[in-house]
């Protein structure tokens, strides 16, 4: 009898522990962290430029439409705040690690050339812009050939007398050349590029944009080599 009474009361006692352990598992369980990370997206799209033709004796010589250029500098912005940069590979941008949420992507302004996308949200997939962002030669710079293989003469007319800086720089903005930064007359005017950058040595991209600034007066002009 006692024998019994003890086993009853060893049953009883396992039955407890097992019992609180699935309460303390329970428990547990219920109070663990769900560690589920967000799923990050992207944003691409693309890039093109447009420039003109010019042949040796300063004739235009046609349109030429680059879609695949390397080195475009792209922005992504957020609640109007830039939040990363890239540069085009064949003529395509690319964010990643991007949350849910709307985004604008711009090209870097290059003496007021440049484009922004519409608004771009991204909620369950990656996204592919449907607007290309494009940017086009403007104002009066006539690059004398171009393309150019060694050297080409830029013309370019000043309206009135005032401080002119005309430079080279690379697709993505950056400062390559610096040609002139005078004040200078209101007649027409040439200056010459060698292809070389600030030190002496060659440039090595096909592509650069030459910038003419004088107060608000903004040009900018694709070069080819």
């Known amino acids: 009898m006692k024998f019994r009474n003890r086993l009853t ?3 009883a006692s396992v039955g407890v522990v097992v019992g609180c352990t699935a309460l303390v598992l329970a428990a547990l369980g219920g109070c663990s962290k769900d560690t589920t990370e967000p799923i990050l997206r992207s944003i691409s799209g693309h890039v093109v430029l447009r420039g003109y033709f010019i042949d040796a004796i300063g004739r235009p010589a046609g349109t030429r439409v680059v879609g695949d250029a390397d080195g475009v500098k792209v922005e992504l912005l957020r609640a109007n705040r830039v939040i990363a940069s890239t540069t085009t590979v064949d003529g395509v941008y690319r964010f990643s690690g991007l949350g849910t949420g709307a985004y604008i992507a711009r090209t870097v302004d290059i003496a007021g050339v440049g484009d922004t996308t519409e608004t771009l949200t991204i909620a369950v997939k990656d996204v592919a812009a449907a607007d290309t962002l494009r940017m086009y030669s403007r104002g009066d710079l006539y690059p004398v050939p171009n393309p150019f293989v060694d050297s080409t003469a830029v013309y370019f007319e ?4 005032a401080l002119v800086e005309v430079t080279i720089r690379d697709l993505a903005g950056n400062h390559v050349r610096s040609l002139i930064a ?7 005017h040439r200056v010459t590029w060698d292809g070389r950058d ?5 440039a090595p991209a096909l592509i650069h944009w030459m910038v003419y600034e004088s107060g608000d007066d903004l040009r900018a002009h694709l070069l080819f080599r």
């Open 9 to 11: 009361r060893d049953s």
């Open 158 to 161: 000043v309206q009135d007398s």
């Open 182 to 188: 005078d004040v200078l007359s209101a007649e027409l």
């Open 198 to 202: 600030d030190h002496g040595l060659p």
